[in-house]
């Protein structure tokens, strides 16, 4: 009886423990945030139905380390034409009117010590879609990635081919590929 | 345990555990609300972990701190979040006008660096400029007009001004008191006033005056000018207490010159050679190949000894009818007179002598040595002069005497503090009261405005319009980085709304050069327009100005002579009667004349010459000291006939064993908070005599009975006999040699695409610290305060080492920048316990704030001791009231640079963030990463060019050129750390071994 209740009590502090690991490793992490917006903007409309490129509006991510979310001036430069009108559309057109900044929530965070550059990744060829899930199929923007280090290292070490001499040399022999550097250095993300 | 599901708000703050809200989540302790009565896991403590985890878990769904994205209501095309944008402006610094581009982000200036387009500067800055992008964002600026103490709008403001001013027409007497002003278009405007306001006059002050060089030269020359120098043009260069590469009329711009001759390609038939007088030691001295230790009131009869020793050389008539030796022996460093003499004459034309002396006598010597030499139109430009000191020492004496005569109705005072920085400050200030209408447009309630009726405070520069003509015929724009962060207002604007000539600044300006300076340029294809379009993007424009007539030397310099000779040998029966001392008053690079004195940077910047912070110290002689009975930090009583003064004394080899040097810009009363109290002004200790301002006096000195603490970022000077600097031997060869000879006991590291690294010139290094402000505002270093500097805690990546050779008078000093040397074989990775600083692949040695977890052990192993630990949580705490804990205040930062957080170490690491923004720049232009597309924050602020950061794997690159020259070394080379960080060796000073 005193053997079983061991061995029991073992298997749950295992348990409990692998749970305790697993939620200790997971602290910020946040995949699945789905925050509620200002305004419920759903992408599913727009870059899914509408087929609108994602660069169109998060023009930022193609010169800067920041996507940006755009500012209302750039959703005016349709729906100032679009007759369809629904609350969430009325609400960005007085806004809009009244000059007042939307105050989106950022879902897509990263800690103050990564350094993580937009542009770096976009004129690389890296999908948008291969770190933010499939956003033309989202209503609510979540975050479909975990975002961890490892995460991120998992495609800097099989896709972009580290070290970088090895591939600046191999980059060299194929033409119009611009030479990349997706470092394993730590000086890469961290400074 | 809980049953409730914790909300989001509560995940951050409250423990699911209860009992303890308000610890973070992550702490994963047992939760205090469970009952264990002994070592036995209950049932129920076993549920509580679960459920604990599980709620861990639950909660990672949600998210805290909540972070918002707030894009502008309209895109903008010019500002993209997280490109920077650089606008090209002129600095306000001080009245050398340097061009400047300013690097802005998100809409607001981070980073000052000066502007390569420059003709003069071509891209250098010094420590008070680099400093300058702080002082925008000051709390202690005024945020809106002040009348009679009290906040008020701009229109009432003008209300109660043009009231007072009492109509036009108007026959009261208008005076405006402002520094020195170059900007010609601010000239027009003043010029205009004068329509409005008849009796108006522009009174010039300089707190740091040239006027004594000034009056010279109208008597010799018939101009009231301070030449343009060219010590690039010059092969035998004298300065007489003239720190022309730290603080004196142009140092930016001198320094460029002078390491022309001196640095780098200056190959040794071309070096100039380079002699240095002054008593106290300077910048400029510790970079002479000959320095003589020389008080203030022997200058006038060395400069005298060396006109007669030139003359006899030249085969022109002897001056004063003395004879050459006999000139020699009134003077100090009668031996090495001569000889420099035979220098000076064997480089006719090619030669310069400048002095900074307030002796209008010493002035006219040196004129008609610069003269005798031929110099005058090759090394001294006359025609073309420089209008960076207009001020007149006379004029402020005379002001206040009619001030308190009751002629003065209105008083303006722009960028002047003479209350502060005067000798008759005090007199001033007491007169204000009889002037009806006193004005400032001092951005705060300083030491003067804290005592007029209307403070109009102006703009800061990087956020105000505006244009520079430092030089004749070379002018520089100014457009802002900013809009005006409070309720400020340029003061032209303000004048010109009194003036009933409402206009904008940004107008004005354009005006003026349409006006009087387009004409005189090559028309542009698209008008004026495109002229101005692309020189506001330029900066700096030169368009030829008429010469300043002139005529050849005709000054009474046989008079001047008998002068100095008289005074000389009243002066030594004096001094041998009282024993006493001479005060010298000295600025320094960090402090200048003082009105950054709230600039935390440059109040902790180590002085280079006594590599102290927080405050001013009477620098005394080692013999002097001795006879005293003083020691370095007893403080001593500087009494002279205008002023007393308690200061502590600092043993300093190398000073004029009679003289005490004290720098000015300290002791500060309404700068604001990190300013006041610190230092002592020394000001008023000199007075104005017969009409010329002195900046020496004679002193007795006496001990106080106490000591004080100082600040020093070094304790120690001696290099200890390990060739830390070095000089250059014949028998040097190419420094790859040398390497082979070491044995290695770790394998050779492969690098990357590139291996950064580093040279530095020591020839070329003058030491004035502008790296030091630019690596802290490029790097988010904090201030940590004259306590934590006493700690040997000061943050700053890189400091300026200073070693003392040889001892005395002679004692030479050495400037070395010192930062992390990025070890091949580093002995800080070897002993991290946590991985925290690894080589990267490309040669840095990287620190990675998020795994640091505190140890120090690297700190302790590295040989060159470049690592620094945040003792401190900068950023939060009350103990450190500087910028990175004022909301303002961090408006500075640099948003690519982590801020770093108490426990971590930090160390430079290259500019990284600029390495990786260069080679982002390469890759989004497909193409590789060129020499030159990355300079870090050092090397861009450094006026010289000592520093150069390249990639030593191309082998075309400028580092690796110089790192392959027999002059590289690396520094504790014996320890094999393989530095990528490299250093040239100083060429040994001539005539010394």
């Not at chain 2, 660096?113 to 003069?120: A, D």
């Not at chain 2, 004496?397 to 008759?424: E, F, K, Q, S, T």
């Not at chain 2, 951005?443 to 209307?454: G, I, K, L």
């Not at chain 2, 805690?793 to 001892?807: N, P, T």
Request: proline share 6%.
């Amino acid at each position: 009886m005193k053997v079983r209740a061991i061995v029991l009590g073992f298997a749950l502090l295992g348990a409990g423990g692998g749970l305790i690991a697993r939620g200790a490793t997971r602290i910020g992490v946040h995949q699945g945030y789905a925050p509620e917006q200002p305004i419920d903007f759903p992408h599913r409309i727009h870059a899914g139905d509408n087929k609108i490129p994602c660069l169109y509006c998060h023009s930022g991510a193609r010169t800067s380390r920041h996507a940006g979310i755009p500012s209302a001036s750039v959703c005016m430069n349709c729906h100032s034409l679009i007759e369809k009108q629904t609350t969430e559309i009325q609400r960005l057109k007085e806004a809009f009117q009244q000059q007042r900044p939307i105050v989106w929530t950022k879902v897509h965070n990263l800690p103050d010590f990564v350094y993580f550059n937009h542009s770096q990744h976009v004129v690389s060829g890296v999908a948008c879609q291969r770190c933010h899930g499939a956003v033309e199929r989202m209503d609510r923007i979540e975050q479909a990635s975990p975002l961890t280090m490892g995460w991120c290292l998992g495609c800097h070490r099989s896709e972009a081919h580290v070290p970088t001499s090895t591939f600046a040399r191999v980059a060299a022999n194929v033409r119009n590929r611009p030479t990349p550097f997706a470092g394993e250095d730590c000086t890469s993300c961290h400074y | 345990m809980t049953n409730r599901r914790p909300s989001c708000e509560e995940a951050a703050h409250g423990a699911p555990g209860g009992g303890d809200g308000g610890q973070p989540l992550v702490q994963l302790g047992l939760p205090t609300g469970t009952r264990s009565t002994g070592f036995e896991a209950t049932r129920r403590d076993v549920l509580s972990l679960m459920g604990f985890s599980l709620g861990a878990i639950g909660v990672a769904g949600c998210r805290a701190p909540v972070q918002h994205a707030v894009p502008l209501p309209a895109a903008s095309a010019e500002m993209v979040p997280g490109v920077p944008n650089q606008y090209a402006t002129t600095c306000g610094g001080c009245s050398a006008a340097c061009a400047l581009v300013v690097k802005q982000r998100d809409g607001r200036p981070i980073k000052i660096e000066g502007n390569e387009s420059s003709s003069l500067t071509g891209g250098g800055t010094c420590a008070a400029g680099q400093a300058s992008v702080l002082s925008l964002y000051d709390d202690a600026r005024l945020r809106a007009p002040l009348w009679m103490g009290n906040p008020v709008s701009w229109p009432e403001m003008d209300q109660h001004i043009r009231t007072a001013l009492g109509g036009h027409g108007d026959a009261r007497e208008v005076v405006l008191l402002s520094q020195t002003i170059t900007s010609p278009s601010t000239r027009a405007v003043l010029d205009d006033l004068r329509a409005a306001f008849p009796k108006f006059r522009h009174v010039v002050y300089d707190p740091m005056s040239l006027a004594s060089l000034r009056a010279a030269n109208r008597l010799c020359h018939g101009a009231a000018v301070i030449p343009h120098y060219r010590f690039d043009r010059a092969r035998v260069v004298v300065g007489l207490e003239a720190d022309f590469l730290g603080t004196w009329l142009a140092p930016v711009e001198f320094a460029r010159q002078w390491a022309r001759r001196r640095a780098g390609g200056a190959d040794a038939s071309e070096r100039a050679f380079h002699v240095q007088c002054e008593a106290g030691l300077s910048v400029t001295g510790s970079n002479a190949d000959l320095r003589l230790a020389v008080a203030p009131s022997e200058l006038g009869r060395f400069a005298v000894a060396l006109l007669g020793a030139v003359a006899r050389r030249l085969g022109t008539d002897p001056p004063a009818g003395l004879d050459a030796s006999a000139l020699a022996q009134e003077a100090p460093h009668a031996a090495a007179v001569d000889s420099i003499a035979g220098k000076l004459a064997l480089n006719r034309g090619e030669s310069l002598v400048v002095s900074g002396s307030d002796d209008v006598a010493t002035q006219i010597v040196v004129a008609r040595l610069n003269a005798l030499l031929g110099n005058v139109g090759k090394t001294v430009d006359l025609e073309q002069p420089s209008w960076q000191r207009q001020g007149d020492d006379a004029a402020l004496p005379a002001l206040i005497n009619d001030m308190n005569r009751g002629a003065v109705h209105a008083l303006m005072i722009w960028g002047a503090n003479p209350v502060y920085d005067h000798p008759d400050g005090a007199a001033f200030r007491a007169a204000l009261s009889k002037v009806a209408l006193t004005i400032s447009f001092a951005d705060r309630r300083d030491e003067t405005s804290a005592h007029v009726s209307a403070i109009c405070p102006d703009h800061h520069f990087l956020e105000a319009w505006g244009d520079a003509e430092p030089v004749n015929g070379h002018f520089s724009l100014r457009q802002p980085l900013i809009a005006p962060l409070h309720d400020t207002r340029a003061a032209v604007e303000s004048l010109l709304a009194w003036a009933d000539r409402p206009a904008d600044h940004r107008s004005v300006l354009r005006d003026f050069w349409r006006r009087a300076l387009y004409g005189q340029t090559t028309p542009a294809a698209g008008g004026f327009e495109e002229f101005w379009e692309r020189s506001l993007e330029r900066g700096v424009v030169d368009i030829p100005r008429p010469p300043v007539a002139t005529h050849p030397f005709a000054g009474d310099s046989e008079g001047a002579v008998r002068d100095i000779i008289s005074r000389g040998r009243a002066n030594r029966a004096g001094a041998d009667q009282s024993g006493g001392y001479e005060l010298a008053l000295a600025e320094t690079v960090g402090a200048r004349d003082g009105r950054h004195a709230n600039n935390p940077w440059l109040q902790e910047l180590p002085d280079p010459m006594t590599r102290l912070t927080w405050g001013n110290v009477a620098c005394i002689a080692p013999e002097t000291a001795a006879a005293l009975g003083v020691a370095t930090g007893d403080v001593v009583a500087l009494t002279t006939e205008t002023g007393k003064l308690e200061l502590p004394a600092f043993i300093q080899a190398g000073q004029q064993r009679r003289t005490i040097s004290v720098a000015v810009g300290y002791g500060r009363s309404a700068a604001g908070k990190a300013g006041d109290g610190v230092g002592a002004n020394v000001f008023p200790l000199a007075r104005v005599e017969n009409g010329v301002r002195r900046y020496s006096a004679r002193v007795t000195v006496a001990k106080a009975g106490r000591r004080a603490r100082l600040a020093p970022a070094q304790t120690h000077f001696s290099m200890e006999g390990r060739e830390i600097v070095q000089f250059e031997h014949e028998h040097d060869q190419a420094h790859g040699d040398e390497h082979e000879k070491l044995p290695d006991l770790w394998r050779e590291r492969l690098h990357g695409a590139h291996a950064w690294g580093m040279s530095i010139d020591l020839d070329a290094c003058t030491g004035c610290s502008a790296c030091v402000v630019a690596c802290q505002a490029e790097n988010n270093i904090p201030v940590v305060g004259a306590e934590q500097v006493r700690k040997s805690r000061i943050m700053h990546w890189l400091r300026i080492d200073r070693y003392f050779e040889g001892d005395g008078e002679d004692a030479r000093s050495l400037h070395q920048p010192m930062m992390c040397q990025h070890c091949q074989h580093a002995p800080c990775e070897t002993v991290c316990p946590v991985l925290a600083t690894t080589t990267s692949s490309e040669g840095i040695n990287q620190q990675v704030y998020n795994r640091c977890i505190g140890t120090r052990y690297c700190a302790n192993n590295c040989p060159y001791k470049v690592r620094r630990f945040n003792w401190h949580n900068f950023t939060a705490s009350d103990d450190f009231p500087y910028n990175m804990t004022s909301p303002l205040g961090r408006l500075v930062l640099n948003p690519d640079v982590t801020v770093r957080s108490r426990g971590v170490m930090e160390k430079c690491n290259l500019c990284v963030q600029r390495i990786q923004l260069g080679k982002n720049e390469a890759l989004l232009q497909r193409r590789p990463i060129a020499d030159g597309d990355v300079a870090t924050a050092c090397q861009q602020s450094c006026p010289t060019g000592a520093i150069v950061f390249g990639d030593r794997a191309d082998p075309d690159s400028r580092v690796s050129k110089l790192l392959a020259g027999r002059r590289a070394y690396n520094v504790l080379e014996e320890l094999g750390t393989r530095p990528n960080v490299s250093y040239l060796k100083k060429r040994a000073p001539e005539g010394s071994t």
